[in-house]
């Protein structure tokens, strides 16, 4: 990188991920290299195993991008997502996994069934006369409740979401934060 100079490296973070990587970074990454401590051995060995590495991550992001594209296709196709792609806070992946763990809805009885099935209903652990705290049960999909998680976490964060003016309204109650976002998953399991 040092030999290329700044501005080869720049050219190819421009043709490789433009909008992440600038002059900045390429100046950036030419100074790091300068002043490498690089003892020049084995570096046909290092320069190997660089070009290996990033031919794997070419690889994998080139399949990635083909398991993208195939999702996408079968969400298109899939007639029972209505519901599912109106919700602002549900992106692809989330639509995608909720209509995988959640299959066929009209099997449930109701939304507090799904929310079970989900893993995002509430257990408390006891014995005898001890009574342990209410806890998630996590007896369902992880895949579906980090979704749901992250979905949560976005429409906190996002203006005008109704997910969102509820978190605010049980926090502004006195509910801890962590609770408060629990719940807007459970509502969220509940809209899906």
């Not at 749901?148 to 996002?158: G, Q, T």
């Amino acid at each position: 990188m040092a030999a290329a100079g700044v501005d080869a490296v720049a050219a190819l973070l421009a043709a490789v991920a433009a909008q992440r990587y600038g002059a900045e970074t390429a100046t950036r990454l030419v100074e790091l290299a300068s002043t490498s401590v690089s003892s020049g051995v084995a570096r046909g060995v290092r320069e190997a195993s660089l070009r290996i590495a990033v031919a794997q991550y070419g690889e994998v992001a080139t399949h990635l991008a083909g398991v993208e594209r195939e999702l996408a296709g079968l969400l298109a196709h899939d007639g029972g997502l209505g519901g599912l792609r109106s919700v602002p806070e549900f992106g692809p992946q989330t639509v995608a996994v909720l209509r995988a763990e959640l299959g066929d809805v009209g099997r449930f009885q109701g939304t507090e069934q799904a929310i079970a099935y989900l893993g995002l209903d509430l257990r408390v652990r006891q014995s005898g006369k001890w009574r342990g705290q209410e806890k998630l049960s996590k007896r369902g999909s992880g895949a579906a409740r980090k979704l749901l998680y992250l979905a949560a976490l976005r429409s906190v964060r996002r203006g005008g979401s109704e997910f969102g003016a509820y978190y605010r309204h049980l926090v502004g109650q006195g509910v801890a934060k962590m609770s408060a976002l629990m719940a807007v998953m459970r509502k969220m399991a509940g809209v899906a």
